[in-house]
């Protein structure tokens, strides 16, 4: 599934970002979205889930009580609501999604996820 993000860009600590990831000619039909993200230097972090079908959604430590994931099903795009930004949090962020997982909890045990993005790049001001 061809993955197209947005929405990343510069902001001042404290600020707020929305991500966008949209799949292209295709739907999501009922798999599970996720978004990581990557800093210079760092491993790849998993920072939220969410399911396509029914409630449920994860959230990696790093993004609790701050960020939330949600869907809109008719625009096939799943967001990424980024609030009280860090510097920390200054990475490229991507979307994924797998064929073979309709929840969170298939996604996060995923060895390897089939499709991403080409990712975003958020960078926080101090």
């Known amino acids: 599934v061809p993955l197209v993000e947005s929405g990343g860009g510069l902001v001042q600590a404290g600020g707020s970002l929305r991500l966008s990831c949209a799949a292209s000619g295709r739907t999501f039909s009922n798999y599970a979205v996720g978004w990581f993200r990557q800093a210079p230097g760092k491993e790849r972090e998993l920072v939220a889930v969410i399911n396509w079908i029914g409630p449920g959604t994860y959230y990696g430590d790093s993004a609790k009580g701050r960020f939330a994931i949600f869907r809109d099903n008719a625009k096939n795009t799943v967001y990424l609501q980024m609030n009280g930004l860090k510097p920390e949090d200054t990475a490229v962020y991507y979307c994924?999604?797998?064929?073979?997982?309709?929840?969170?909890?298939?996604?996060?045990?995923?060895?390897?996820?089939?499709?991403w993005g080409q990712g975003t790049q958020v960078t926080v001001s101090s």
């Open positions: 994924a999604t797998d064929e073979a997982c309709s929840d969170y909890g298939c996604f996060v045990q995923r060895p390897s996820l089939s499709s």
